[in-house]
């Protein structure tokens, strides 16, 4: 018998009662907690990742009672053709994580594709950082919980990642897609059936002013379509009001220069042109090279057309389209020759130009609206009531995600969290 078997029970013979309860107390769970052997995680899956194009497997397993810092999670991945395996032996380590962390509620997907409880552990394996999944192929994955020098393995799990047709996280990008395009119908019918009130644009209003001052002047008028190619909304807006204002100059009979610097916006105006006074019933005062290139070159075109102005003293100038440097250049010539000057941009850092030098200017969306504007046709206006519509219905979305957001917060709710998924775009 050593020294401690001799001396440690008088030892506790002599202390009071209580503290020998406390120091059990406290002794006993430690011992226990130290002996106690760790399990492994619980309910753990292996799937293809859904709504993807491929290459991801997700894993999803049961939160534990110990998840905390002390624990960790370490994920291992074996290729299933091979004869090796994905647990401790074999495998190798793609992720190792604390066992509070990867949650479903953090993961970037909505309610209705979530494949377990918001509680549960989730984490997506995807190709990159020295990992490759290729579509179709059989991995082995295994997720160990480790504290200290104990380790948990749970039972292999095998997947295939595959490309998927369909993208359900985004359904509601599809039910608001719906909705929008449900409105602007609604509206293009209501417009056939009854006129729709549009608000005023006083620079709309002065193209028959500005046309008949032309007209009654003998002077031709100059039509610009900015410096942007086909590609951009502003130019396609631009394009369609040089068809409205080349109607209306065909029935007086007046010139149109049009000075193009992209030859594909110079020969679809061309078409444009030739059409309005096709409709117009004057396709004999229709003149080929009303529509002509000068140069791509920016300040080149700008020079050109500045010489234009001072030669041709145009009665009436349109600039339409996007616009840079040359925009301020441009509308002082034509002011300087008593010119009435009508502007249309959405390109916000010119705007204070145009204000400053032009008589009229439609900003933004003004340029969008102006072919409904002056056409009336049913389906332009349907069309524009219904985008208007759609904003507001954009902007209440808005509102109410915010509101929403914030009494998730304050509440520490998770209800919120179900209606904003509908509100997100997901991908």
Not at 382 to 394: A, E, F, N, P, S
Request: aromatic share 8%; glycine share 10%.
């Amino acid at each position: 018998m050593n020294v401690l078997e001799h001396v440690l029970p008088h030892v506790l013979i002599r202390l009071p009662r209580h503290i020998i309860a406390v120091l059990g107390f406290l002794i006993v769970p430690a011992i226990t907690f130290a002996e106690q052997p760790l399990p492994p995680p619980q309910f753990v899956r292996a799937a293809d990742t859904p709504s993807d194009a491929g290459g991801a497997i997700m894993l999803v397993w049961s939160a534990s009672s110990y998840d905390g810092p002390g624990v960790r999670y370490e994920i291992r991945m074996a290729n299933g053709e091979s004869s090796g395996t994905a647990g401790s032996n074999g495998g190798k380590v793609i992720a190792d994580f604390p066992s509070d962390t990867h949650y479903m509620r953090d993961a970037k997907l909505p309610w209705w594709t979530r494949p377990t409880g918001q509680h549960d552990h989730y984490y997506a394996l995807r190709s990159g950082k020295g990992i490759e999944l290729k579509n179709g192929t059989t991995y082995l994955v295994t997720v160990s919980a480790v504290r200290g020098e104990q380790r948990a393995e749970a039972p292999t799990v095998q997947a295939v990642p595959q490309p998927n047709w369909v993208n359900w996280n985004s359904m509601n990008n599809l039910l608001v897609v719906l909705l929008f395009g449900a409105v602007v119908v609604g509206s293009i019918y209501a417009a056939r059936r009854r006129e729709i009130f549009l608000r005023r644009i006083p620079g709309l209003d002065a193209v028959d002013e500005a046309i008949g001052r032309a007209t009654e002047l003998g002077k031709p008028i100059l039509f610009l379509t900015g410096a942007g190619d086909m590609s951009e909304p502003s130019t396609l807006a631009a394009a369609v009001i040089l068809g409205r204002v080349a109607k209306r100059v065909a029935s007086y009979e007046t010139d149109l220069l049009v000075p193009h610097r992209d030859p594909i916006v110079m020969a679809v105006c061309q078409e444009i042109t030739k059409q309005a006074y096709l409709e117009a019933g004057k396709p004999d005062v229709f003149k080929e090279d009303s529509n002509f290139f000068i140069t791509t070159d920016q300040f080149s075109y700008t020079a050109s057309v500045d010489g234009l102005m001072l030669r041709k003293q145009p009665a009436a100038n349109f600039f339409m389209g996007s616009y840079f440097a040359e925009a301020l250049l441009l509308t002082e010539t034509g002011a300087s020759t008593g010119a009435i000057q009508i502007a249309g941009t959405d390109s916000d850092h010119q705007l204070p130009f145009f204000v400053t030098t032009c008589d009229y200017t439609l900003i933004g969306e003004e340029l969008y609206a102006a072919s409904a504007y002056l056409s009336r046709e049913p389906v332009q206006v349907g069309t524009l009531r219904g985008q208007d519509i759609g904003k507001g219905i954009v902007l209440g979305m808005i509102l109410l995600g915010t509101l929403l957001a914030t009494a998730g917060v304050m509440l520490g709710a998770e209800w919120p969290g179900f209606v904003l998924d509908l509100l997100k775009d997901l991908k």
